[in-house]
């Protein structure tokens, strides 16, 4: 089916017409919700007697079209805070259990899932859910299907536990203790072409770090011991061998290829995350191309599909966290490469034009009058603060790699249009005082490059004028 059904609308209604049989405020009818989760029982109590589909886990089975369409109903219905509170009150959860264990129709695993997905959005309910340590198990092996409409409402679920602030501590521990979850993550952002599901994977990911950084440095150290239990029988193909940051890029390739804004928003930041540890910095650069895969992918998004020349100055305040995220990964890997001219050097000034850039736009955008719009106090100091993150981040790149030029990657910058007496301006406006230094030693550079240009320059800005 292309769609969920919409819930019972005429039937529905009138067995809830009956006095006493609807669920809370709502027009749905407890008579017919037992009655399908009753086909539910029935469904998953007949597979007992069926050994030889229990004995053999590849067989699938497709589902009952009318119970799909009744269970569908339930899916929808579930949105519902009421509903989802009776579903609770039949102990719904303890049925899905059963499908989770015996059943062979991947159809109906994925609406159970979201059915719990949806019931988890209540957070009374969402605890209950989190705190049932066989329902938390089954749900945590659900990340290993092969299906990929399971794992996405697989996915769903527990990041809306996650964002439980009670909630996510039980998940953050089980998690823990179950080295699979590391695995199955890896191999679905390393392997699955399915964009929606490798952001919502993604930001599970994503939450599990920002919540919990031991879990983040085990993942860095030890993923690639933490393998899927494997049977004994010889037979079996070994789990392969999985690290955090190739997988990482590989959904942040596919996201990107897909054009998807909020998926290379979660990526990006996730790598961010990595680099707030030493363990994260090392993960990344001593990978066997020594961080290259890394800083190709972030400077090519920099430099050629972010806050590109043709579009308004505003574009940075949009793109402000997706910027700051990429620039402190490629700080970070600047900063710990020791063979410079491998990495550094060979992007240097489309880079260092991508920077200015994006410091004219802070600028433009800073000179830009109210538009009368009601912000509140916080929401503008928040706005001027993660502006201020960017800009930083910004000059500290800007000045480590203006230390580094030579006259011959001067002279290709002003031939390739990267650097020019504007650019250079703003870069300097924004880099004294702090950055004295370093702009020093790029005029120094810059005399022997371009002598006018450096004159200039040095009018504008006096204290770089050579001292008598």
């Keep these: 089916m292309d769609r969920n059904p919409s819930p019972p609308s005429s039937d529905g209604e009138e067995e809830a017409a009956v006095a006493g049989d609807s669920i809370g405020n709502t027009v749905y009818s407890k008579h017919w919700l037992f009655s399908v989760l009753t ?36 899916w929808d219905m579930s949105m519902d805070k009421d509903v989802a509170l009776f579903l609770q009150e039949f102990n719904a959860p303890d049925i899905f259990m059963g499908v989770f264990a015996k ?79 590391y695995d199955c993550l890896c191999f679905i952002m390393s392997s699955s072409t399915n964009v929606e599901l490798l952001v919502k ?6 939450k599990l770090f920002d919540l919990d950084e031991e879990l983040m440095l085990n993942w860095i150290k030890n993923g690639s011991r933490q393998a899927v239990e494997q049977p004994t029988d010889d037979s079996q193909e ?21 054009n998807n804004t909020e998926g290379l928003d979660v990526y990006m930041h996730i790598l961010q995350l990595l680099t707030t540890v030493d363990e994260g910095i090392q993960a990344i650069v001593q990978t066997t191309d020594g961080g290259k895969e890394t800083w190709n992918l972030l400077c090519n998004l920099f430099c050629n599909d972010l806050c590109q020349p043709d579009d308004p100055p505003i574009i940075v305040q949009e793109q402000k966290m997706v910027l700051a995220s990429i620039l402190s990964v490629l700080s970070a890997i600047y900063a710990s490469q020791t063979e410079k001219e491998d990495v550094k050097m060979k992007t240097n000034m489309p880079l260092i034009g991508s920077l200015i850039r994006v410091l004219q736009n802070m600028e433009e955008c800073g000179k830009r009058p109210s538009d009368g719009s009601k912000e509140s106090k916080s929401e503008e100091s928040e706005k001027d603060f993660h502006f201020k993150i960017l800009k930083d981040i910004c000059c500290e790149l800007l000045s480590n790699m203006f230390q580094e030029l030579s006259k011959e990657n001067i002279l290709e910058g002003l031939k390739q249009g990267h650097l020019n007496e504007q650019k250079c301006s703003c870069a300097f406006q924004n880099l004294l005082p702090f950055y004295l230094t370093s702009v020093e030693s790029f005029v120094e550079v810059l005399r022997d490059a371009d002598q006018s240009l450096a004159g200039a320059l040095e009018k504008r800005f006096p204290s770089l004028q050579l001292q008598a």
Excluded: Y
């Excluded at 029982?41 to 079209?65: P, R």
């Excluded at 159809?107 to 957070?123: D, F, P, S």
């Excluded at 909630?167 to 998690?175: D, F």
């Design 39 to 74: 086909k539910l029982i029935e469904v998953i109590s007949s597979k007992k007697s069926d050994s030889s589909e229990l004995n053999n886990v590849d067989v699938q089975v497709d589902l009952d079209e009318d119970l799909e369409n009744d269970i569908c109903k339930v």
């Design 103 to 181: 059943s062979k129709s991947p159809r109906l695993t994925e609406i159970c899932v979201g059915i719990l997905g949806n019931m988890a959005c209540c957070q009374n309910i969402c605890l209950s859910i989190s705190k049932d340590e066989n329902l938390g198990q089954l749900i945590l092996q659900r990340l290993c299907d092969s299906d990929p409409p399971t794992l996405l409402e697989t996915s769903r679920l527990l990041l809306t536990c996650l964002c439980h602030s009670e909630a996510a501590s039980i998940w953050v521990e089980r998690i823990r203790g179950s080295p699979s979850v």
């Design 201 to 206: 994977v993604g930001e599970v990911v994503d």
């Design 238 to 258: 070994e789990s392969p061998d999985f690290e955090i940051v190739p997988c990482l890029l590989e959904a942040a390739k596919q996201v990107c290829s897909d």
